[in-house]
Structure formats: C-alpha cells, structure tokens
C-alpha cells in the first residue's frame, strides 16, 4: 500500500508540474496578446496623427495624444498596485527571498499574480522603459505556489480536499518549477529557465527535481510558442515564436566569404566590452540603489497616491523625452539594398518583414529612414531587433544619445509602483552600446569583416550581466534565444568578465533591492576567515521554550509575547544545577552562561506574567493577581532583585503536581535543560484550536489525538494566537505537546564551525538548529539571522576585539 501511495504522489507531482507549465504558458499569451493589440493602437493613431501634423504643423496634438495613451495605461498599472503592493516591480527579488526560505507576505497570492501580470500588460504599453520577462517570473512562481493546494486566499470558498503536498518544502519545488517555466516562456528557453531557477533561485535543490523543472520548462515554451504561432501566423502547429522575446536568426550573406559571426580577433573586442559592460552596470546599480534609498525615506512614508504621482511623473518624462528625442535629434540615413560588408541577416522571412516594417520615416525623403524614431517609436522587441539585425547603419551620434536617455530613464522607471522588468530594457541598452562599438570599429579603424550584429548581442550580454550578475544561466538564455550555439564561447567570456568587474563594485540589482528590504538571505558560502567562529559564538542563548506537559496559560503566553517559528520543548535537569551555578559555568563544554543571560529570561517571564492577564478568563486574571503584583516596578531597580524579591512565577513544571513554590531559590528557578524536540508555532496553535488537552485529574492518555494530515488541515494559512477563541478553553489545563514534536531534529555541538552549521543549514533547508552540548542539554538556538553575513562579520570583529 505505502508503494502505490508513493508511486500515486509521484504521478500527481509529474501531472501538476506539467499543469504549472501550461499555465505559466498562457499568463504570457495573454500579457504578450493584449501589449501587442494596446501598443499597436497606440502607435497606429499617434503615428498617423504625425504623418498629418508634419504638414500642418501641429505636432503637439500628436504629443498630447501620445501622453494621453501613457498616461491612462500607467495610471491603470499604478492602481494595481496599490491593490496588491507586493505586485510592483520585476518580483525576482521576492521569489528569490522565498526559493531561499523567507517568507514574503502574499508574494505567492492569486491577487498577486492578476495584478502582476495585467499591470505588466500596461506599464510595457504605456511606454515605460521596463519589460514583461521579469514579471512572467513572478507569475510563473504564483502559478507554481498556488496550483498544488487547489486553494487561494482570495478565493476562500472555492476549496478542494485535496491531501496532497502539504509542507514548505513540496511548495518550494513547485515555485521553483513555476519560476523556470516563467524565463522559458519570456525568452523561449526551457534549459536557461532550469538553470536560473537553479543559480538564482532554490537553495535547497535536489536531484528529483531538475528533471521535473525542466519538464515544467518545456510545458510552458510549447503551450506559448503553440498559441502564439497560431495567432500571429494563422498556421497552427508550426512552432515560429518560442518565447516572448525572440532574437531571430545572425546569419551571414551566402554570397560574402569574407563575412564571419566572428573571429578570434574579435574576441579582445568582447573582453573589453565585458569591461566596459560591467562598469556601466556598477554604475546602473549605484544609482538604483541612491534612488531606491531616497524613495524609502521620502516617497513610501507619504500617502500611497504620491506614488502613482511619481509613476505619473516618469512616464510623462519619458513621453516628453521619447517624444522630442525621435522628431528633433533624429538623422536620416540611407535604406540600403546592396548590404554594406555583406552582412544579410534577414535571411528569415518574419525576421526580414518584421525588421522593415518597423523602419519609421519620420521628416525623412524617400528611401530614408529616421534613426532615433526607428528605435523609440517602437515596441522594445523590435528596436532590439533593429539593433541586431538592421543593415542599415545608425548614426554614432544617434546611438550614443539614445544609450544615454534609456540608461538615465530606465534606472529612474526601476523601482517605481508599477509590475517592471530589467530583462528588456537592460538588453536593448546594451544593444545600442554594442552597435555603437561596431559602427566605430568598422569607421575608425577599419575592421571591414565586424558583423554588427555580434556586437549588438554582446553589448547586450555585457550590460545584463553588468546588472544583474547571472553567470550560467544567462549565457544557456541568450543561446537559446539566438539559436546560435557558436556564440557561447564569446557570450560566456562577456558575461563572466562583466560579472568580476561589476562584483568588484557592488552587488547585482536583485542582491542590492533584497539587501534594502532587510531580508536575512542566505549566501552560498561563508568567508574562509569564518571558521574563526564556533556555533557558541553565534547562537541565541536566550531561549524561548515549552515543557513536554504545559499549561494552556503558559502557551497562550508564549504564542502573545514571542514571534518565533519553532520552540525547543525541555525538561529542566536538576542533576547538573550545582555545576550549572557553579562559577554561572557548564563544566561539560565550557560554555559561559552570563548573568545577562539570567536577567533577560527573568525579564521575559514578568513579561508573560504579564501579558496573561489579557486571557479572556477571569480564572487566570484571579490567579494572576493573586501571584504578580499589580503595580510596575520602577526600571532602574536591578531585574534580577526585583525577581527574586517579587517572585515573578516561572514556567509552569514539567509535572502537573509540582506546582511553582514560593521556597524555590535561585538554583531551582534556573536549571539547565535538557532538550527533548521542536515543535513549531504552527502546532501549538493547531492544537490550542482543536482544544487538544488534559485536566490536572486525568492522565496524559486521555488528551485527545490529531492525526497527520488533521494537523495540516490549515496548511498553508494556520489561524494566528490573536484570532483564536479561547474562552471555552480552561487555561489550568495541560497540553501534552510530545506526540507532536520532532523528537530528533538537526543539532550541533557548541564547538561546531561556523562553516559547519552553513553547510547544514542551507543544505538541508532548515530554519532552526539547536545547539545541544555533551550532555543533552540546550544551550542556544541558531535561525538564518544568526547566518546572515552581516550578522557575521559582527561577530567576527567581536571575536578580534576579544582576543
């Protein structure tokens, strides 16, 4: 029976995984489908409007209806996100968070993801410099999240008994095959989407999963390029367009021998672009990370309607500048026929018409273009296509100011409340760097066999990678995506050496946005100098716990005053309280118990004594005010005298008979423990809920028993401690938590190397570890703050300035 149980949940996972693909897939059909139809709208009537008003001479008119179209579709985007405020920007940072074990409230909602991916549809369409890869990502990962519990938030009624995949962990593996199956359909490539979800995403990955991540990948890329070469093409089944973002084919001329993709001259060319690539991307995250700080001190604190102001701002900024920049610092340059060094790239027929019909004439005589309206008065795909497949030549000046603006415009647009992707933006700055390098290369020195398109890519990756820091799966992405596997050599050099100099600066944007944010993430590895540190140096001694048999009081206590996930569930040893006194030292591991440490558990226990009189049971508030006194005492008195003085009444003990006495003495009130499991929060409110317990009469087997799969029932959304009902419950009743606690979680001895407790941690996807010394008993606790490098490296100089 448990083999078929098992072979059943393996098929489930292959057939939800393949769902997740499909579904993935048709979020970016229907972003790609209506930024198609609103952005030919716009261009159909504004473009028109200024064939009309050359003659006329009311140019702007058109420009007021160019503003008009922007305005109301960024407006739109801006109202959706103050719907759902976790929706704004690219989302990589957020999934990014929670693939490495933090949990980023609503970033995996269903509201989350309509207003990801309808407010993507419109910030692209109003003409903001951002993309819609980054925020397929997003969605990818809500599909993932969401599809295997057949449950939502937004959507509470509609619920399905469906008992499958009810842990963090199974939830992980699908957001982490949702995530992939969202780069595969933005760029058409199912192995690049495996690998990003490998580097940038999961820290816990295993080898069962790469196979269905990959699969999911496929699902997404085959539903996408399915449908839209059934729209786009009419002939169903022909599987033209991969991904949303396509580079077409880089192709030589037949008839030019000469011509070369490119040669290993060319490739001094591209480690210095590389260079230049990753300068320019220190640079980009410099200034994000100025604006983004500014914005958090100055705009996030206001009213939420300054923040669709700002996006009003920028996007009537970049109108006005998209605007002017086409009708005024355009040059008009010549439609060649005979292909200039023999570079016919248009050798693909949708390539060759979709790179001509996208040429814009504007104030230019026959058989000339604009230059600077081609690339502005277009959707983003087709000036990235301009730029890599053009024959004809852009003007230097053309180039180097049209870099300049998208630089300075699209590090303002990142970070603003609308859904924004980097992808796009970033690689057509990039582009325009590239063809710029070529057009300079070919006119000044005289390098006749350059393929401008080369340059163009490698420019692209060079600044993306500037950026964004990806290393293996960016190079699998742009391959794919050029379907040109002799550019890997060249694309990996590029984004590898773009990568250490921009390293040298700072981090990669999505590194510098999650820094911001305060989020404890997780590196890949700890510095050598850190095994300079021991678990005792970097542990919690200052321990939250519960006993096996605990009082209803004292848990609905602990649950009010703390925060914390888990608890470790102790007995207090009282064979070891004279050495524990002895010198406030532990013979068995030499770990020092400060008097610090004392006075702060003392402080959180008048805490709770405290806070229990907020029990909504007037048998606790009596028995409250019979034990603590009533007034505050004044907090300049030492803590420790008033606790002895007072006598504040300690946890309640392990055996219901004993209950605290007023002769305990110091030793009694401080044993050390002896560390019997971990239960979570989630339990003991599971439990507190189902009214699990037992009187002090009964035994212990009376207590009611939950199964497995009633503790998960809740599962994802357990109700919180505040939200409970709990008059019914007597609170001198005892809950036996030892069925429900991990009996054997991971531990470490206090003498284990930092490094040591990385490597567990991030390996086994933990989010508490123990620290157990020789004789069982639970001297500290370690979470992923006590691991964060910044908590640390301040450790490490605690460590120099003891020494």
Known sequence: LSKQKAQRYEAVKWVLVFAI?????????????????????????????????????????????????????VFLASLLVLIQPVAAGSGIPEIKCYLNGVKVPGVVRLRTVVCKATGVLFSVAGGLFVGKEGPMIHSGAVVGAGLPQFQSVSLRKIQ????????????????????????AAAFGAPIGGTLFSLEEGSSFWNQGLTWKVLFCSMAATFT??????GIQFGSWGSFQLPG??????????????????????????????????????????????????????????????????????????TTVMVFVASMVLGECRQISSSRHGGN????????????????????????????????????QESAILQLFHQDGTFSPVTLSLFFLLYFLLSCWTYGISVPSGLFVPSLLCGAAFGRLVANLLKSYIGLDHIYSGTFALIGAAAFLGGVVRMTISLTVILIESTNEIT?????????????????????????????????????????????????????????????????????VSILRTTVHHAFPVVTENRGNEREFMKGNQLISNNIKFKKSSILTRAGEQRKRSQSMKSYPSSELRNMCDEHIATEE?????????????????????????????????????????????????????????????????????????????EMLEDYPHYPDIHDLDLTLLNPRMIVDVTPYMNPSPFTVSPNTHVSQVFNLFRTMGLRHLPVVNAVGEVVGIITRHNLTHEFLQARLRQHYQTI
């Open 224 to 229: 996408l390029n399915f449908f839209r070469s």
């Open 244 to 317: 949303l973002l396509n580079f077409g084919e880089f192709k030589c001329s037949e008839s030019d021998k000469k011509c070369h993709l490119w040669t290993a001259v060319d490739l001094g060319f591209f480690i210095l672009m590389g260079i230049v690539g990753g300068l320019l991307g220190a640079t980009f995250n410099c200034l994000n990370k100025r604006l983004a700080k500014y914005r958090m001190r100055n705009v996030h604190p206001k009213p939420k309607l300054v923040r669709v102001l700002e996006s009003l701002l920028v996007s009537l900024t």
């Open 633 to 709: 005492p004044p907090e300049k008195e030492d803590l420790l005298q008033q606790m002895l003085e007072r006598r504040y009444t300690p946890y309640p003990n392990l055996y219901p008979d004993q209950s605290p006495s007023e002769e305990w003495t110091m030793e009694e009130r401080f044993r050390p423990l002896t560390f019997h499991g971990l239960i979570l929060r989630s339990q003991l409110v599971t439990l507190l809920d189902r009214g699990v317990c037992y009187s002090e009469s009964q035994s212990s087997a009376s207590q009611p028993r939950l199964s497995h799969a």
């Open 344 to 379: 016919d790239t248009l050798s693909l027929q949708d390539i060759s018409e979709d790179v001509n019909s996208s040429i814009k004439t504007f104030f230019c005589p026959n058989e000339t273009y604009n230059d600077m309206a081609t690339l502005f008065f277009n959707p």
């Open 160 to 183: 399905f008994n469906f008992p499958y995949f009810c842990s963090d962990r199974d939830k992980r593996d699908f957001v982490s095959a949702g995530a992939a199956a969202g780069v």
């Open 487 to 555: 550019y890997g050599l060249p694309i990996m050099i590029t984004l590898m050496v773009a990568k250490w100099t921009g390293d040298f600066f700072n981090k990669g944007i999505y590194d510098i946005h999650v820094n911001l944010r305060g989020v404890p993430l997780l590196e890949w590895e700890t510095g050598m100098e850190m095994d300079k540190l021991q678990a005792s140096d970097i542990m919690e001694p200052n321990l939250t716990y519960v006993y096996p048999h605990t009082r209803i009081q004292s848990l």
């Open 21 to 73: 693909g499909v579904c993935t897939g048709l979020v970016g059909l229907f972003v790609d489908f209506f930024v198609r139809l609103f952005t030919q709208l716009k261009f159909q009537v504004v473009q028109s409007s200024v064939e009309e008003c050359t003659e006329k001479g009311c140019l702007a008119l058109s420009l007021l209806e160019l503003l008009g179209f922007n305005l109301t579709f």
